[in-house]
Every structure is written in C-alpha cells, then in structure tokens.
Antibody, heavy 121, light 107 residues
C-alpha cells in the first residue's frame, strides 16, 4: 500500500524558514518523480515544485523560485521542501504526491494527508 | 503563463449527467487529468491521460480532451460525487498547472 506522510509544518514568522519532509512507502521510491502542491485556506490547488526520480531534475513554480528548494534522499525514501524567505501568501496546506507515470508529471496518483504551514507574526 | 479555466460551480440532479470543462490554449495537445477533493480530504485522481480511469474509480466517470477543452463527465451522478474537481495539465514547457476548481453540487 502506497503511503505518503508529510511533516514539518507549523507557524513561522514572515522571512523565516521551514523544511517539510514527506516519507514514502509501498512503492519503488527512486523510480518516480515527486511533487509538492499547496492549497491556501478556502482556495484551489497550486503546484509548487517537482523532482525527478533520480533527483537530477527539479522544477519550480514562479511564485517560489529562488526561495524554495526541493530535494530527495532515495536511501531514506523521503522528499523534502526547504522553504526560505517565507511570506504570508505561502500560508497553505502542503501536500506531497507521487507521479503516476515513470517519466513525466502528467498526473499524481497518491497524495499525502498534507501539513499546514502558517506564516504570520 | 499558462492558464486553465474551469467554471466555478456546476449543479446536477441525482441520476443525471454532469459535465465539467477545463479550457486552455491548445490543451488537446497536452495530457489532462482530473482530481476530486471532498471537504477536509486530500485530492484523489479520477482521470488521467485524458481518458483513463485509475483503479477503483467508478465507470460513470469519463474524460475527453480535444482542441482547447478537456471535459470530465459523470454519468448517473450520485450524491457521493459532490466535491470540488480540479483539472491539471502538464508538458515540458508549462510544467504542472491546475485549473481553479469546480464545485459540483448534486441537488
């Protein structure tokens, strides 16, 4: 059974940093790209970042480029999102999700339960 | 930047057919997929590669994608289908884009 468990969310002041983790199990982790998607309170889904199975390719939404860094440790079956220079508009539930296909980001077939990040003074 | 446009809301009577559209420039040239999200829950993939249903998704869900519009169709809509639905597209130039979401009401 595929499981994705996010952690690391919490309350942080504007300008601060936070690192999210997503521990995966139930599939060959290194084979699949992973992504982070966020959802602000009462709003829709917003793609944040993605990383290839090997970790050699990373992708970012313009809204987070230069502030967020995605990485993965295939020995620990974990993907990370390092978030720096946080702003109030980064407040959201952050989901990690698994790519459904080996070679692209066309869809995501398993999602974690999400972790809430609140940026406020 | 690339945008996907969905209607804010769609209403349907139980047992009838619901159609939710997703519009984007040359969307038919890209793969589209759809997610269902119920209140307080994580999104669930209900359609991928335009027309394919993941395991466990009822046959009443179907999809299409041509020209500038992808459509998720729910035949014989049930009360349990009431949820928010999001389309998503991908290609190597736009990366990942979500539509704004459509609230499906079954009344």
């Amino acid at each position: 059974e595929v499981q994705l468990l996010e952690s690391g969310g919490g309350l942080v002041q504007p300008g601060g940093s936070l690192r999210l983790s997503c521990a995966a199990s139930g599939f060959t982790f290194s084979t699949y790209a992973m992504t982070w998607v966020r959802q602000a309170p009462g709003k829709g889904l917003e793609w944040v970042s993605a990383i290839s199975g090997s970790g050699g390719s990373t992708y970012y939404a313009d809204s987070v480029k230069g502030r967020f860094t995605i990485s993965r440790d295939n020995s620990k079956n974990t993907v990370y999102l390092q978030m720096n220079s946080l702003r109030a508009e980064d407040t959201a539930v952050y989901y990690c999700a698994k790519a459904a296909e080996y070679s692209n980001l066309s869809s995501f077939d398993f999602w974690g339960q999400g972790t809430l990040v609140t940026v406020s003074s | 930047s690339y945008e996907l446009i969905q209607p804010t809301s769609v209403s349907v009577s139980p047992g009838q057919t619901a159609s939710i559209t997703c519009s984007g420039d040359k969307l038919g040239d890209k793969y589209a997929c759809w997610y269902q999200q119920k209140p307080g829950q994580s999104p669930v993939l209900v359609m991928y590669q335009d027309t394919k249903r993941p395991s466990g998704i009822p046959e009443r869900f179907s999809g299409s994608n041509s020209g500038n519009t992808a459509t998720l169709t729910i035949s014989g809509t049930q009360a349990m289908d009431e949820a928010d639905y999001y389309c998503q597209a991908w290609d190597s130039s736009i990366y990942v884009v979500f539509g704004g979401g459509t609230k499906l009401t079954v009344l």
